[in-house]
């Protein structure tokens, strides 16, 4: 069995909801969308998802991205979310927990959307879905966001929205597709900072687990 075991709740609410937003696995049926927002967005995406855009050509090889995605998630290995829109159901990408260090307990968040800036204030609803998953669901004490010079913008995103910038790598990263080294910035929150950033906001509606 799975080490994540261990440490994880038994059992797992899948489908999140916020004001605005669904956060929920993928499953069939969601393919066409999946595979859009990659070939829509390759700009923003690369090169942190350089790896998946060259997954997923044609259908069937979205499909089996899924299912992957589907797989690692019962494995508790990823817990990789598509985001819809209540109103009129349109998805606005991906935002996962992956990397999950059980000895911490810590995981990285990866997150990409398109309509990017428009969709800002949306962006900023799903992540903060996903924090909470991350603290009180699943009990984690740190979670990180990693960015490139080409994603920054999530960089800024992660420090309006309670991160830390904890500094830079260089050279530590590279794409699937290219031998170009990227430096790596990390933003980190831990269970103490979102804990602070939370009590002055106990008054507001939280995002729903059902």
């Known amino acids: 069995m799975n080490s994540l075991y261990n440490i994880l709740p038994d059992a797992l609410d899948e489908r999140l909801e916020t004001d605005n937003l669904i956060l929920r696995p993928y499953q069939e049926g969601d393919e066409g969308d999946f595979m859009r927002v990659l070939l829509e967005n390759p700009d923003n995406l690369y090169p942190a998802f350089s790896g998946r855009i060259a997954r997923v050509k044609v259908l069937e090889d979205a499909r089996l991205q899924m299912q992957q995605l589907r797989t690692d998630w019962d494995n508790r290995k990823t817990f990789d979310f598509g985001v819809w829109t209540k109103a009129g159901n349109t998805y606005l990408g991906d935002i996962a927990l992956k990397n999950v260090d059980h000895k911490i307990p810590k995981a990285e968040i990866g997150l990409y959307f398109t309509g990017w800036p428009e969709t800002k204030e949306l962006v900023q609803e799903a992540l903060q879905a996903m924090l909470d998953f991350a603290f009180d669901a699943l009990q984690l004490n740190k979670v990180y966001i990693r960015c490139t010079a080409t994603n920054k913008f999530y960089g800024e995103l992660a420090l309006e929205n309670g991160f830390?910038?904890?500094?830079?790598?260089?050279?530590?990263?590279?794409?699937?597709?290219?031998?170009?080294?990227?430096?790596?910035?990390?933003?980190?929150?831990?269970?103490?900072?979102?804990?602070?950033?939370?009590?002055?906001?106990?008054?507001?509606?939280?995002?729903?687990v059902v």
Not at 184 to 206: I, K, N, V
């Open 164 to 208: 830390v910038e904890e500094g830079t790598l260089r050279s530590d990263f590279r794409g699937s597709d290219s031998d170009e080294l990227h430096d790596l910035t990390y933003f980190g929150m831990t269970r103490q900072d979102f804990e602070r950033r939370r009590r002055p906001q106990e008054s507001a509606s939280p995002a729903t």
